[in-house]
T-cell receptor
């Protein structure tokens, strides 16, 4: 089945640093990738939709200069949290679409980001 | 726009007892329906889906869900749970015919199975 790899699984860093999270589709080409943020005991909040070769579409309230998304190839999208602060600490999950409406998205295992 | 309501935020259940997780949706257009499971510190895994045909769908690990169009529901059930079923469960919908592949999620239901 379709596999999405997300790296790193966990990162701890100091306030003010930038953190890059990678999302790769391992066995299919993903024209569309999604980035979610999940707070403890909460549902997934869609942050942005990423299409290969074009600018990401951000959801209302998500700062595009804070959360930089790059989708340079059909198998890789990256999310960079710039100048991270403690309030950016969260669980970030990516997903990728293989183009099948019967299973719109395949999810990565998430990245636990902790900003000290 | 679509919305998904999961009526139970937390469901404690004893091992080998049955469980039902309720999901209702609202949409002005036809949708596909999904249940996802999330184990601690992991991403989401597709549990089962309803696309068309038989309104009762089953997963390989004993879960089943029934699509009820008149009640706009897609409740998830398992007749006998295991400790390993402890997880977060999300109901989701996607619009049939949409090319954006977006999912609308419910708030999730935490299932805790106790011995």
């Amino acid at each position: 089945g379709a596999v999405v790899s997300q790296h790193p699984s966990r990162v701890i860093c100091k306030s003010g640093t930038s953190v890059k999270i990678e999302c790769r589709s391992l066995d299919f080409q993903a024209t569309t990738m999604f980035w979610y943020r999940q707070f403890p005991k909460k549902s997934l909040m869609l942050m942005a939709t990423s299409n290969e070769g074009s600018k990401a579409t951000y959801e209302q309230g998500v700062e595009k200069d804070k959360f930089l998304i790059n989708h340079a190839s059909l198998t890789l999208s990256t999310l960079t949290v710039t100048s991270a602060h403690p309030e950016d600490s969260s669980f970030y999950i990516c997903s990728a679409s293989s183009g099948g409406l019967d299973q719109p998205q395949h999810f990565g295992d998430g990245t636990r980001l902790s900003i000290l | 726009a679509q919305s998904v309501t999961q009526l139970d935020s937390q469901v404690p259940v004893f091992e080998e007892a049955p469980v039902e997780l309720r999901c209702n949706y609202s949409s002005s257009v036809s949708v596909y329906l999904f249940w996802y499971v999330q184990y601690p510190n992991q991403g989401l895994q597709l549990l089962l889906k309803y696309l068309s045909g038989s309104t009762l769908v089953e997963s390989i690990n004993g879960f089943e869900a029934e699509f009820n169009k008149s009640q706009t529901s897609f409740h998830l059930r398992k007749p006998s749970v295991h400790i390993s079923d402890t997880a977060e469960y999300f109901c989701a919908v996607s619009v049939i015919g949409s090319n954006d592949y977006k999912l609308s999620f419910g708030a999730g239901t935490t299932v805790t199975v106790r011995a």
